[in-house]
């Protein structure tokens, strides 16, 4: 406790001295361009204003010698940008829009005129950003309103940008198997531009958001300007809805039709249809406290939502194993969630504009993990979670010239897991049939607090918008881990065997871990950018600039019996330059192209593990094989009968290194016409220091696998290096991955009540080792002495990705009222997400093949590549039907809408586990006689999953004002 007290003060400390947020323009737009007479040459001192008068907002700068002009960090919203001059006709552009983290170039091509004399023309609405040198994507309030989420969870947003792929989730939590960058799950998470990004492992989000209050949701891919940070992949922005001058509300009830929606995907033929329930209230209401001074924005949101997930253990299995028939129903799942947001936005005066935000999250969640799939009803475990996040920022235009950002965020999380089914029995595996007995995942506790906060200072001077900035962010955390006692089997056959007495030790594996209090630990990351905007010419923009990262360790051990535990190095040359440039070809095309070095943030769970299993004995974390001395006999669970097991240790490689990837990426963008475009990009992103975890305490193998991998005798003590301990697993530095992609993308603004966004994606992405210390996997690699015999494709290897979202509202015109009504107030929304299938690793179904102490899941075959198999390609399309009635009072619209997620019910598989049965090595026989050691024999046995739903169909309505 005494490194988080040093470190809160020490982040008061700078944040004082440095007011805060890990923000940047995303939040806000920008309007840049450049004053032309007739003939195309520069008007110097021209006057610009821009005016927003939902928000009452009024800004004015004068154009340079070079008739430039720049105006960042606007308020979200449509604008009028208005061009004075002399000797010209004042020139009025309407409906400029500017989303979250765009930039509109604006060009006010003036007319001679008299004093007095004016021209109004209308912007195009087309997006072709000239400095936004990423591929990006903003889905915009009427998506976001629109679109079909059954889920209720904005997240699943993510996997509509181009270049990404990845599947959404049913529940409020990340989607799944997300490729960014050739990478899994590599997402910085921010709300308002400020931290949303859970530090413990990679690829989490932080808090929940509710749909009831996001405004817009900004996707950042590669390769963006130096101001973004901590991040290999993307960045993630959901924007938060606020007051105008305007008063607008809405309530919302939704509920799923159950009789509409079908069984869940994989259930056992002749079940019970399980609880499908869903019932969502929502309301927000926003608007001003003092007109084009003070606003005020608040919403509530309650869902309650069955989240069955089915049992799909085999009827045969069922038979053998004479599993009882309640053990086989579905989880009763039942998520009960409640969001709330409050927030106040002032423009204080005419240089100076705050906004203060407060989110409130509670979600209870009984058997919420391990449940469905080969895991019976008994290992179920239930989940509680919380979280309060403070927010605020200050934006303040010093001068024409120098803007100041100013934001903080106090983010706050409390989350629990608890066995639905307490019991002193030992969990059960049988490898690929079923999971059965107590649960392995209950006893966890997580904490985090996270005060965060940058400072962002904008200087344009001439033909440069220069910028820098510093970000920081402090993280106190407390974890407890699981405990579990488990017995793998790798058949039936054994595992009654064992039951029976005739061979107690018939198991492939005894693992135990033990944590009764847990541990806090706290970390400090920071780092700062420079950047340069240069206007080289008329058409020709160029961005370059240095970031510089650290993140910095907790203390470790000093006293900890590993020595790689005593210590933490934190490396401290993070700095990754970045450059690009957009070139403006003619009017309706923009070429672009980037590159640059990005560095990902460090999951904290890297240090925390070497703390919480450093070989002291804290967690009582150990494995058995069956011939190793020690191992307990069926169903005995050593702790218990007081046996003292080797432990299992995790730590950290002395020469650990931060995980980087080199970007470039191309980009030519043709505008179709004033509201449509076409863009066709290439991506090409290398990973580099990429961590693996493998054992490091093995040495003198007795012989080898038919493929060469060596084999140690786990019987003899010879083969440890340390003999105190079992495992000294070690995350090591230096795996590498190489992502290759072709990205096409149609945009449509809306044109004749239509918009339109449409993207394909081919890539191609290898890597050396699985991931290590991310949400969805932490994995060793198979070969502990040589990690390269992992090179292959990655688990987010997707060759195919297409996705699209569309939102359709036609009018029509007929001189006949009835059918202007019928035909008029119609509204139609569609989500597809079309792939190809999860990449799956044929792993053996023997047991351990070499001696290494690792379970089957992890042991492939001889000469059998990494991830060779592949699920079937994935057809999902959800939509939404919207009837509207019509305005009364001019301001009161009610509404109707149906809504279904895979609407034609196809049969989505997101995973397979592929096992065959391979031949063991036998110590009783020679090195020659081994020969066919590790060759697979058996047939291949192939056991589906998946994260996605079948069709899901509800009703409901709104009123809005």
Known sequence: MSRISRTVVTSALMLSALPAALAQQSVNGTIRGRALDPSGAAIPNATVTVTNPAVGFTKTVTTGGNGLYVLPNLPLGEYTVQFVAPSFSTLTVKSVVLNAGSEASIDGEMVLGEVGSSVSVVADNVSIDPTNLNIQRTLDSREVENLPLTSRNPYNFIIFQPGVSGHPNAELGIPRTINTNGLLDRINYQMDGMLNTESD?????????????????????NSFAPEYGWTTGNVYNVISNNGTNA?????????????????????????????????????????????????????????????????????????????????????????????????????????????????????????????????????????????????????????????????????????VTSAATPTNAPTVTITNVVTMGASSSGGTTYYEHSPNGSENISYTRGAHSLKAGFTLAALQQRQRLASFNTYTFASIAAYQQAVSGVNPRSYNQFSSQTDTTGIGYASLFYGGYAQDTWQVAPRLVVVGGLRYDRFQSPNANPNAPVADSRTFRVPAGNFAPRLGFSFKATDKTVFKASAGIFYQQTPTNLWFNALNSDGSNRINSYTFQPTQTGAPAYPNIPSATGVVAAQNVLTVSPKIKNEYTWNFNTQLTQQLGSRSSFTVGYILSNGRNLMYLHNINLQNPVGSLADGRPVFNPNLASTKID??????????????????????????????????????????????????????????????????????????????????????????????????????????????????????????????????????????????????????????????????????WDRLEPSFLLEANNVFNHRNITGLTVTQATTPYNFTLSPAANANAGVATGAITTVPSTVLEARIVQWGFAVRF
Not at 201 to 217: D, H, N, Q, S, Y
Not at 732 to 737: D, I, L, T, V
Not at 754 to 771: C, G, K, R, V
């Open 247 to 415: 008063y607008h509300g809405m309530f919302q009830f939704v509920q799923r039709w159950v009789d509409a929606t079908a069984y869940p995907l994989l259930s056992t033929t002749g079940s019970a249809k399980p609880n499908l329930e869903l019932r969502d209230y929502s309301g927000n209401l926003g608007g001003r406290i003092i007109k084009d001074k003070l606003f005020f924005f608040g919403s509530y949101e309650q869902v309650k939502r069955g989240s069955p997930s089915p049992v799909t253990v085999s009827q045969a299995n069922i038979n053998a194993l004479g599993i009882p028939a309640e053990q086989l129903q579905a989880a009763p799942g039942l998520l009960n969630g409640k969001f709330a947001l409050g927030r106040l936005d002032w423009t204080i005066n005419k240089k100076n504009q705050a906004m203060i935000r407060y989110n409130y999250f509670v979600n209870d969640f009984p058997y919420n993990t391990q449940v469905g799939g080969i895991n019976l009803r008994s290992t179920g475990a239930n989940f509680k979670d919380r979280a309060h996040v403070f927010g605020g920022q200050l934006i303040t235009t010093v001068s024409d010239h120098l803007l100041n950002e100013f934001r903080i965020s106090l983010p706050l999380r409390s989350s």
């Open 723 to 888: 003999t105190r301990f079992n495992q000294i697993n070690r995350v090591e530095s230096g795996a590498n991955s190489s992502f290759n992609a072709l990205v096409l993308n149609y945009s449509m603004s809306p044109i004749h009540g239509l918009q339109f966004n449409a993207n394909y994606t081919w890539s191609h992405t290898i890597t050396d080792a699985p991931e290590v210390n991310t949400f969805e996997q932490n994995t060793t690699v198979m070969d502990t002495t040589n990690y390269r015999r992992d090179r292959g494709n990655s688990l987010v290897n997707r060759p195919s990705a297409f996705n699209m979202t569309a939102v359709l509202e036609p009018t029509f015109h007929y001189g006949n009222g009835f059918l202007n009504t019928v035909a008029n107030g119609n509204r139609f929304a569609i989500l597809a997400n079309l792939s190809s299938g999860d990449q799956a690793n044929l792993t053996t179904s023997t047991g351990t093949l070499n001696g290494d102490s690792f379970a089957a899941s992890v042991q492939r075959p001889a000469f059998v590549g990494r991830n060779t198999f592949r699920s079937p390609n994935i057809y999902q399309f959800d939509a939404r039907y919207t009837r509207t009635f019509g305005k009364y």
């Open 201 to 221: 492992r990679i690829g989490l989000r932080f808090f929940p958001v509710g749909t009831i209050f996001v405004k817009e949701v900004q996707e950042v891919a």
